[in-house]
């Protein structure tokens, strides 16, 4: 399963073949807010926030979520993920619980994903 950091949109037809790698509905990614960058695929968000941490982000910087292509264009995000349960960022949940940082992830992934569709 491959998992690719970009850090400029991508066309839509690249951003389906993450599709069946593993999920055939969604597409895991992890947004770094700092760097404006996206770790996009993979089976679970720690391995995109891995890869992410390799690459030179810091930790409070990243965030999780799943992209739905077939969905309607108001519910193809969602910030929901493990990684970011961190009490020490003020976040106690799966969901990003701060709106303001929750619209800075969603416009980054708006952005790179060229999203609407």
């Known amino acids: 399963m491959e998992i690719r950091i970009i850090g400029q949109k991508i066309p839509k037809e690249e951003t389906l073949r993450f599709l069946g790698q593993p999920f055939e509905d969604m597409v895991k990614f992890v947004v770094d807010v700092r760097l404006g960058v996206m770790a ?3 089976s679970m968000h720690a391995d995109a926030e891995a890869v992410l941490l390799r690459n030179g982000s810091n930790q409070s910087d990243l965030w999780g979520g799943n992209f739905f292509p077939k969905n309607p264009a108001m519910a ?10 961190r009490p020490a960022d003020k976040n106690r949940s799966l969901v990003v619980q701060d709106e303001a940082l929750a619209g800075k992830i969603k416009e980054i ?3 790179l994903l060229g999203l609407p569709w």
């Open 40 to 42: 996009l695929g993979g």
């Open 76 to 85: 193809q995000i969602e910030l929901h993920s493990l990684i970011n349960i």
């Open 109 to 111: 992934a708006v952005q």
